[in-house]
Structure formats: structure tokens, C-alpha cells
């Protein structure tokens, strides 16, 4: 019923930049929250930065004042501008939207399918 379709992710040297993309299509009345995660091997996922339908944002402490999260409430689209990238932030990073479906008035949340992001030292 939703799609969510990341793009932008890739590999970038340490201090580099790059800019992250979600797309939500289908069956959507409206969207709430919409957020990017991320998450390495072996350990759980973790949010990194979200935005309420209102444009209110909370960060993972470790990006702040590096990473911006905005939205596009006419395009269904989510951003995640990266700057100053660290090894650390190596990850595959998702998208979440919290979508209230035409058909139901229900919420629910959808996930992307991931892209990967590589800062290498």
C-alpha cells in the first residue's frame, strides 16, 4: 500500500558530505513522523535524526550540528543532510514514515529498504 524509495547513499572519504533521499508513494492520506535510522552489524538500529509533520527535529547527540533532517510535505519526501562525515557513521541507514493510509484514516509505519553509507578514514 506504501512505498518507501531511499536514494543517495554511498562511499565518501572522512569530511565528506552526502545527502540522503526517501521517497513515500502509494495509498498515503497524510504522513506524521518521518525519520532516518541506521544500523551495523551486530548491533541494533538506532535513530539517528527525525521530523515531525510540523517540522519539529530531534538528532542522535553524536550528529548533531552535522546532520539536518527536512522534509517535503508536498513531494511525501524525507532528507538527510550529511556533513563532516566520521568512520563512525558508516551504516546502513533507513528511512521511517509513520503514514496514515487513504483507504483506513489508520497509522502505520513503513520502512525503507535501506542504503548503504560509507565514510571511509
Known amino acids: 500500500q506504501v512505498q518507501l524509495v531511499e536514494s543517495g547513499g554511498g562511499l565518501v572519504q572522512a569530511g565528506g558530505s552526502l545527502r540522503l533521499s526517501c521517497a513515500a508513494s502509494g495509498s498515503i492520506f497524510s504522513i506524521n513522523a518521518m525519520g532516518w535510522y541506521r544500523q551495523v552489524p551486530g548491533k541494533q538500529r538506532e535513530l539517528v535524526a527525525r521530523?515531525?509533520?510540523?517540522?519539529?527535529?530531534n538528532y542522535l547527540s553524536s550528529v548533531k550540528g552535522r546532520f539536518t533532517i527536512s522534509r517535503d510535505n508536498a513531494k511525501n519526501t524525507v532528507y538527510l543532510q550529511m556533513n563532516s562525515l566520521k568512520p563512525e557513521d558508516t551504516a546502513v541507514y533507513y528511512c521511517k514514515a509513520n503514514v496514515v493510509l487513504t483507504t483506513t484514516r489508520l497509522s502505520y509505519d513503513y520502512w525503507g529498504q535501506g542504503t548503504q553509507v560509507t565514510a571511509s578514514s
Open positions: 521530523i515531525t509533520s510540523g517540522g519539529s527535529t
